[in-house]
Nanobody, 116 residues
C-alpha cells in the first residue's frame, strides 16, 4: 500500500522559511516523479514544484521561482520543499503527490500559514 507521510509546516512570519518533508513507502520511489501542490482557501489546488525521478530536473510555478527549492533523496525515499522568503499569499495546505500506476497518491496535507 502506498503511503506519503508529510511533516513540517506551521506558522511563520513574512520573510521566514519553512521546510516540508514527505516520506514515501509502498512504491519504488526512485522511479517516480514527485510533486508538491498547495490549496489556499477558496482556490483550486495548484502545482507548486516537481522533481524528476533522478532529481535531475525540477520545475516551479512562477510565483515561487527563486524562493522555493524541491529536492529528493532516493535512498531515504524522501522529497523536501524548502520555502524561503515566504509571503502571506503562500498560505495554504501543501500536499505531496505522485502518480503511481495511473492513480494519484497524496500526502495527508500540511498547513503553512504566513502571517505577522
Amino acid at each position: 500500500q502506498v503511503h506519503l507521510v508529510q511533516s513540517g509546516g506551521g506558522l511563520v512570519q513574512p520573510g521566514g522559511s519553512l521546510r516540508l518533508s514527505c516520506v514515501a513507502s509502498g512504491i519504488n520511489f526512485r522511479l517516480y516523479t514527485m510533486d508538491w501542490y498547495r490549496q489556499a482557501p477558496g482556490k483550486q489546488r495548484e502545482l507548486v514544484a516537481g522533481i524528476s525521478s533522478n532529481g535531475g530536473t525540477t520545475n516551479y510555478t512562477d510565483s515561487v521561482k527563486g524562493r522555493f527549492t524541491i529536492s529528493r533523496n532516493n535512498v531515504w525515499n524522501t522529497v523536501w520543499l524548502q520555502m524561503n522568503s515566504l509571503k502571506p499569499e503562500d498560505t495554504a495546505v501543501y500536499y505531496c503527490h505522485t502518480r503511481h500506476r495511473s492513480v494519484d497518491r497524496w500526502g495527508q496535507g500540511t498547513q503553512v500559514t504566513v502571517s505577522s
